[in-house]
């Protein structure tokens, strides 16, 4: 799968996450579901369904969104073991595990249904259960697509992962509808089953976050290999040029010594580009611990320095010397710091070569409770216009052409989560300007 489709899938697995804390209802959160999961238009149809206990062990739809919804009102689905249930809907309840038609035209479970479908453009289908644990509610998430062999293992590991955040969900919802009606015993419960949906949040956050730090780095990948292929360039001219003296009756040993020097310098110079991107693509999670503000900005230079001569944009620094320690992860804050210097280099590109000026500048700022680090991004650009601002950190807003929309979005909740503060400001000439405030360590 490409990393652009698999970014997109996380975006709707994290926005379907962030519905779980939303939701003031359990059909609520089901349609809410159904709707985020056909918005990108990956898939036609997504319909929720729960199996009844009826003699006819019927799979009722509860939730359904996207092209064809006529197709459930003409279609029996059922859990039992006859034909009606062997769809993926009804394989998924009985069997608790994921089921699916790679193609629709040609599976014969499928066939009561396959006219219909195929009126619909429905190629192949998924079903997952509702299933946490020991907790079971009887019910299937079903995704169709246009496409046969649409779902990947990778897509059904995804959406089962979805399916169990979304069952801890829906029992939530219950146990605070039957705390409200009863009495508190269910509340603990409910506590329970919401932080495990948390720490599902966060494991999204940091995969998309991850996602789009590889993304990131390769819009940066000629600049990148050109900055490696320079001072590899010179380490193998060097190395020739001291084997020419080596062989010389009289070898200038002092000019061998210094080019091999020189050897050395380029050889750390290259490992040290290869060392920040290998940290940079890291998968791992990273403990916060104490940061040094300047040592972020300076760790993330070497990453943006090429690009920005590429473009023929100056860089001007202002750090501040007393800048507190703050608490934090380094690598997702230098993620937001590249996410900002790339989008001032992109609003600089079409501007006058004189204005193509990036500041970088830092400052302390003491408040009631400590002092804060503050870091601004400004560039001399097109800036956002008027109003722009208001959107600029939503998720999937963007102006770049071919852009996601999903960098500021990220980087706002990687600095909210270090219970700092994210904004942008107009200059009052050209262009924008960024700023990051974090706290100091207490």
Known sequence: MSDRRLDRRLQTLYACIEALFQAGSEQELLQCICDTLVADGEFLLAWIGYGENDPGKAVRPVAQAGHGRDFLEGATFSWGGEERGQAPAGAAIRTGKACWVDDIRTDPSFSPWRTAALAHGYASCMAVPLIAGAVDLHGTLNLYSAERHAFEQSAIAHFAGLATCLTRAVVALRGHLADDLTSGVTALRASEERRRAQEALHQAQTELAHVTRVMTLGELAASIAHEINQPLAAIIADANACLHWLDAAR????????????????????????????????????????????????????????????????????????????????????????????????????????????????????????????????????????????????????????????????????????????????????????????????
């Open 251 to 442: 070898p200038p040993l002092d000019v061998v010594r210094e080019t091999l020097v020189a050897i050395a310098n380029d050889s750390d110079r290259a490992a040290e580009v290869i060392s920040r991107i290998r940290a940079f693509l890291s998968r791992s999670s990273v403990p916060h611990g104490p940061c040094d503000p300047a040592e972020v900005i300076r760790g993330v230079l070497p990453l943006v320095h090429p690009e920005l001569r590429r473009h023929g944009i100056i860089l001007e620094m202002s750090l501040a010397a007393d800048l507190p320690t703050v608490m934090g992860d380094r690598i997702q804050l230098q993620q937001v710091l590249l996410n900002l210097l790339m989008n001032a280099a992109e609003a600089m590109r079409e501007v006058l070569p004189e204005r193509r000026r990036l500041v970088v500048r830092s400052t302390v700022e003491h408040r009631d409770d400590g002092p804060w680090a503050v870091v601004a991004v400004e560039d001399a650009g097109v800036g956002f216009g008027n109003n722009g601002d208001a959107r600029l950190f939503d998720a999937f807003y963007t102006t770049k052409p071919g852009g996601l929309g999903m960098g500021l979005s990220i980087s706002r909740s990687i600095i909210d989560a270090h219970a700092g503060r994210l904004w942008a400001t107009t200059n009052p000439g050209h262009g924008a300007t960024f700023h990051v405030a974090l706290p100091g360590m207490r």
